[in-house]
């Protein structure tokens, strides 16, 4: 190219065009004209440039920090340097080439030497700086005071990350990332304190928008107008006018004016918003914004929610217990770092204390708990369980875990002789023997062990624990251990798989067949004085054993002890009034566990023991209720995260706390009911004077479905009576307000079988060598008297209607009043119990 070429390329391509052409002839005599490579650097911030370049062709790009990714490419023609060379400055952007690239170059000096011969080139340019540093002062005045308008709503940084490794944590975290990549509204909802307003921080400062102002304004104190919002009129520009291209988080958007609704509504559909007019002036002209719109919200605003483009609905703490670990980490080293304090670790048994807890404040509550925990441990090197004393949700208190009480108890019933040695090593042995005897010996109570073990040991025994330990019989039941080896057989000699339970049919009639086998038991119990006659007893057993082989040669685990056995029945509906329970932390097991290796079985792992499984398909964590728990331990011995807890409890709290009523157990309780006055037809006969020959068969049979079916009858009018007197908003429905009636039931029980107990429980000896065909009569026998009996009979009653009293109005949370008729009928049903059982 020639020098006349040159000239010419610079007065049509290049701002030096203004030049005279003798300058201009001088400027393109010194230039030289170079090939970059990419990547070569033309000009860096706060360093005097090497020279002047003029891009001829390539590509060229100029940032104005070194840590912004925004860029702006160059044009062909472009001055390089021109302004800090004329003012001799250091740079303030950053020129790079992108491909390899062809400029015109002038060295520094030789630029410098050329403006002191040739003025004219800082005369023409003068004007154009000035005018340029006139437009900085101006966007410098106007940023001043935009920052000054929007300095009380200035969010200045976010405050933390999403910290955590769970998948709600990753999934949060994506979410966020993902929406600072566009500039869509978004919608943040979820409950108090998950620091929202912080996740909308991360968003904005993650954004292209971060080098952007991000106000909050709280919508609960906005103008009915919105004039501090979208501006007047009269020229007052708004908050949304001096955003400009920044982010807008509307806090707590479900407090919005209803005046406002509509018209942030059309703010989010369409960007653009009304400044407000008075009365005189100008038609308001429509406005567009370019602010990135965030509202958050604790609960769903329907008529603003669905106009934005994007929602993040923020998880709660209590299902993201899996980063309680870290988050505590992270909060422990946050609050010693701010106070200058060593660092303390967390002890395993706090963070399932914490983990154990639902934190309903969630992050906040949390980091409030961390730093009350440091200062409370007095710069101590670990924080102990103790300290988070007060991280314990409903539903654990009033407990007292046995096993962290009692280490030795724990070791025992993760052992091998709970319950499989004494199963295996006892029972199995025994049971067999007992039905062998009842066969074979003496018939009547008063000459054969067996029987009098049956009903004057097992029964009364069984009743007094219910309250104490619950369904632990079901534990050492010699029905499941049989059938148990029956599942054995049919797996491994016989080579056959068990099917799965049919859940859904099982939930809707096992519940019905317990109850109809059981009501079938108590009328051949009373028939046929199954008490007194051994033989029958031992088909009882042999029956009940034979039900539960069946279902275990058919379907995996006990199915028969979950739906159709009608002494699990039995048990489970007493369980409830049980002082203990065993349960699971939710938090640790939703944190820690990924096996699940309590309710499906397997291997060990670290502390956790190999085994089958619960029999009962039941989890420890979701438990509720004790009738879906047969104490076998089995997933204490398989949890490895030590989460399976046997709480000390107050007596039948779940009753009026967690508990879900069920059709088929109110059946069943009144059918046991009923069997108390089943088992004193002669004293019921006597009491009505009927005078009716039960030596008769039917008219035997007629007085025991009275006896089964009038006290239940009784219950169901009575729960009418309360229905009809207390309106449905308030009254309980009579399936709940029934199970009040279970201590009466279980006291009655227990009442009549004390007769038994304390009767003939202690002619034990004596009654086993009558059973050999030997003489006892020498042996010591231990009895209480009539009178000692009778006294705890009526002591048991007048207890057991105090507890139904105190049951039915915790329950219910009604008054007094309002309960009156079934007080009364609980009153009634005692006074009738105590008639024939004690004899008043």
């Known amino acids: 190219m020639t020098i006349q070429e040159r000239l010419i390329w610079l007065q049509e391509r290049t701002s030096l065009g203004c030049l005279s052409l003798e300058t201009l002839g001088a400027i393109a005599t010194a230039l030289q004209r170079q090939t970059l490579p990419p990547?070569?650097?033309?000009?860096?911030?706060?360093?005097?440039?090497?020279?002047?370049?003029?891009?001829?062709?390539?590509?060229?790009?100029?940032?104005?920090?070194?840590?912004?990714?925004?860029?702006?490419?160059?044009?062909?023609?472009?001055?390089?340097?021109?302004?800090?060379?004329?003012?001799?400055?250091?740079?303030?952007?950053?020129?790079?080439?992108?491909?390899?690239?062809?400029?015109?170059?002038?060295?520094?000096?030789?630029?410098?030497?050329?403006?002191?011969?040739?003025?004219?080139?800082?005369?023409?340019?003068?004007?154009?700086?000035?005018?340029?540093?006139?437009?900085?002062?101006?966007?410098?005045?106007?940023?001043?005071?935009?920052?000054?308008?929007?300095?009380?709503?200035?969010?200045?940084?976010?405050?933390?990350?999403?910290?955590?490794?769970?998948?709600?944590?990753?999934?949060?975290?994506?979410?966020?990332?993902?929406?600072?990549?566009?500039?869509?509204?978004?919608?943040?909802?979820?409950?108090?304190?998950?620091?929202?307003?912080?996740?909308?921080?991360?968003?904005?400062?993650?954004?292209?928008?971060?080098?952007?102002?991000?106000?909050?304004?709280?919508?609960?104190?906005?103008?009915?107008?919105?004039?501090?919002?979208?501006?007047?009129?009269?020229?007052?520009?708004?908050?949304?006018?001096?955003?400009?291209?920044?982010?807008?988080?509307?806090?707590?958007?479900?407090?919005?004016?209803?005046?406002?609704?509509?018209?942030?509504?059309?703010?989010?559909?369409?960007?653009?918003?009304?400044?407000?007019?008075?009365?005189?002036?100008?038609?308001?002209?429509?406005?567009?914004?370019?602010?990135?719109?965030?509202?958050?919200?604790?609960?769903?605003?329907?008529?603003?929610?669905?106009?934005?483009?994007?929602?993040?609905?923020?998880?709660?703490?209590?299902?993201?217990?899996?980063?309680?670990?870290?988050?505590?980490?992270?909060?422990?080293?946050?609050?010693?770092?701010?106070?200058?304090?060593?660092?303390?670790?967390?002890?395993?048994?706090?963070?399932?204390?914490?983990?154990?807890?639902?934190?309903?404040?969630?992050?906040?509550?949390?980091?409030?708990?961390?730093?009350?925990?440091?200062?409370?441990?007095?710069?101590?090197?670990?924080?102990?369980?103790?300290?988070?004393?007060?991280?314990?949700?409903?539903?654990?208190?009033?407990?007292?875990?046995?096993?962290?009480?009692?280490?030795?108890?724990?070791?025992?019933?993760?052992?091998?002789?709970?319950?499989?040695?004494?199963?295996?090593?006892?029972?199995?042995?025994?049971?067999?023997?007992?039905?062998?005897?009842?066969?074979?010996?003496?018939?009547?109570?008063?000459?054969?062990?067996?029987?009098?073990?049956?009903?004057?040991?097992?029964?009364?025994?069984v009743l007094l624990a219910f309250p104490f330990v619950g369904r632990l019989w079901c534990a050492v039941c010699p029905f499941m251990i049989y059938g148990e080896i029956t599942q054995k057989i049919t797996t491994e000699l016989l080579k056959r798989d068990l099917k799965p339970w049919p859940r859904q049919q099982a939930e809707k009639w096992g519940g019905w067949f317990l109850f109809g086998l059981f009501a079938l038991i108590f009328l051949w119990e009373e028939l046929w004085d199954l008490q007194n006659t051994a033989y029958l007893s031992a088909w009882l057993l042999i029956i009940i054993t034979a039900g539960a082989m069946i279902c275990s040669a058919i379907f995996e685990r006990r199915f028969w002890c979950r739906y159709l056995c009608p002494i699990g029945g039995m048990n489970g509906l007493f369980a409830k009034l049980s002082m203990t329970e065993l349960r699971a932390q939710q938090g640790t097991c939703s944190a820690e566990c990924s096996t699940y290796q309590c309710y499906k079985g397997g291997p060990q792992k670290g502390e956790g023991l190999e085994t089958a499984g619960c029999p009962l398909y039941s989890h420890p964590a979701q438990l509720e209720d004790n009738r879906d728990c047969v104490l076998c331990m089995t997933c204490l011995k398989a949890c490895p995260h030590r989460s399976v807890a046997v709480n000390l409890r107050p007596p039948a709290i779940e009753l009026w706390t967690t508990h879900r009523p069920r059709t088929y157990e109110v059946a069943l309780l009144l059918l046991l009911l009923g069997g108390i006055f089943l088992h004193r037809l002669p004293e019921i006969n006597q009491v009505l004077g009927l005078n009716l020959d039960l030596s008769q068969f039917w008219p035997h049979l007629g007085l025991a479905i009275a006896a089964l079916g009038v006290p239940a009858g009784v219950v169901l009018l009575t729960g009418a009576v309360v229905q009809f007197l207390n309106s449905p908003p308030k009254a309980k429905p009579f399936l709940q307000l029934a199970y009040g009636y279970l201590p009466l039931v279980l006291g009655g029980s227990l009442a009549h079988y004390l007769r038994l107990g304390l009767g003939e429980a202690g002619q034990i000896l004596p009654v086993t060598m009558a059973t050999f065909g030997l003489q006892g009569s020498t042996l010591p026998i231990v009895v209480a008297h009539p009178a000692v009996i009778a006294f705890l009979q009526g002591s048991t009653l007048i207890f057991a209607t105090l507890c139904t009293f105190v049951l039915t109005k915790k329950m219910s949370k009604q008054s007094w009043r309002s309960l009156l008729p079934q007080y009364l009928t609980s009153l009634g049903l005692a006074w009738a119990m105590a008639q024939i059982i004690v004899g008043l």
């Open 39 to 461: 990547q070569q650097t033309l000009s860096e911030i706060d360093q005097h440039p090497q020279g002047l370049y003029i891009l001829i062709s390539g590509e060229v790009i100029s940032h104005n920090s070194a840590a912004a990714p925004e860029t702006n490419p160059l044009t062909r023609g472009s001055t390089i340097n021109l302004r800090p060379l004329l003012l001799n400055e250091a740079s303030q952007e950053a020129i790079a080439t992108v491909t390899d690239t062809e400029v015109w170059f002038m060295p520094r000096q030789q630029w410098q030497d050329l403006i002191q011969n040739y003025p004219e080139i800082t005369q023409a340019f003068s004007q154009d700086l000035a005018q340029e540093l006139a437009e900085v002062a101006q966007a410098l005045q106007q940023e001043q005071q935009q920052q000054e308008i929007l300095r009380p709503y200035l969010v200045t940084k976010a405050k933390r990350g999403v910290v955590g490794k769970s998948r709600y944590a990753k999934r949060l975290r994506q979410q966020i990332r993902e929406a600072g990549t566009h500039d869509r509204s978004i919608y943040i909802f979820g409950e108090p304190g998950l620091e929202k307003d912080n996740l909308a921080a991360l968003i904005h400062y993650g954004s292209p928008r971060r080098r952007q102002p991000i106000i909050k304004i709280d919508c609960s104190i906005l103008q009915k107008s919105g004039a501090e919002l979208f501006g007047r009129t009269d020229g007052k520009k708004g908050l949304l006018a001096w955003l400009g291209k920044g982010t807008l988080i509307l806090n707590k958007i479900e407090e919005l004016p209803p005046e406002l609704i509509d018209k942030v509504a059309t703010l989010i559909e369409t960007q653009t918003y009304t400044p407000i007019s008075r009365p005189g002036d100008p038609e308001p002209v429509p406005q567009q914004t370019a602010a990135k719109l965030v509202a958050i919200a604790e609960r769903q605003l329907p008529a603003v929610a669905r106009h934005f483009s994007e929602t993040i609905k923020v998880p709660p703490l209590r299902v993201r217990k899996a980063d309680l670990a870290a988050q505590v980490e992270y909060y422990t080293s946050l609050f010693c770092r701010a106070k200058g304090l060593d660092k303390p670790t967390l002890t395993p048994e706090a963070l399932r204390r914490l983990q154990s807890y639902d934190f309903p404040n969630n992050i906040r509550e949390l980091q409030n708990l961390v730093e009350r925990a440091i200062v409370q441990s007095d710069q101590g090197s670990i924080l102990t369980e103790e300290i988070f004393w007060s991280a314990q949700g409903k539903q654990k208190r009033f407990r007292l875990n046995l096993l962290n009480a009692y280490p030795a108890f724990r070791r025992f019933l993760r052992s091998a002789w709970w319950p499989d040695r004494i199963n295996y090593g006892f029972t199995a042995i025994a049971f067999p023997l007992i039905i062998a005897v009842l066969f074979l010996a003496p018939q009547t109570r008063d000459q054969n062990f067996a029987l009098n073990f049956f009903w004057a040991w097992w029964w009364p025994l």
